[in-house]
């Protein structure tokens, strides 16, 4: 197992289900998920599981995430918050896809209530198969990055 084909999955309590079919789906094409949790319905809260992710792949752990809750919002707004995540919430395939290619995003977020299942394991295929363009986007990512305290 190196980084380079480990991605992390986090959820809060709304999106067990779907994010397990995410951790089957990519699995099945060469990724190892490294599923952090949660496993039972309990009520949890979305920021705790976005950090622990985010965190994840800011030291290099994990290449990249996805996270879910019920927007999707919330654990991105979470997620976010720790130096060098790069995470955006795509509710449809072009979004995932354009995240990769000009932001260089390392995570993505879903939401459970937002997607489908067969939706939501197409935005992973688009985000997990894209690669940053670099360029003229590398400066506007490194802009976003000067921005990090």
């Not at 067990?16 to 490294?34: D, E, F, P, T, Y």
Request: charged share 20%; with cysteine; net charge neutral.
């Amino acid at each position: 197992m190196t980084p380079s084909n480990r991605v992390v999955l986090s959820s809060d309590h709304a999106a067990i289900q779907l994010r397990q079919a995410i951790a089957a789906h990519i699995a099945v094409r060469g990724w190892v998920a490294v599923d952090i949790g949660p496993t039972t319905p309990e009520s949890t809260p979305y920021p705790k599981h976005g950090e622990a992710a985010a965190r994840l792949v800011a030291s290099g752990d994990c290449r990249f995430g996805i996270i879910l809750c019920g927007t999707g919002q919330g654990i991105m707004m979470a997620a976010n918050k720790v130096t060098g995540i790069r995470c955006g919430v795509c509710s449809d395939t072009f979004s995932a896809r354009m995240i990769r290619q000009h932001n260089d995003a390392n995570m993505l977020s879903i939401g459970a209530r937002v997607v489908g299942e067969g939706l939501a394991l197409d935005i992973v295929d688009a985000f997990l198969n894209a690669r940053f363009e670099g360029g003229r986007h590398a400066t506007r990512v490194n802009m976003i990055e000067s921005l990090e305290g």
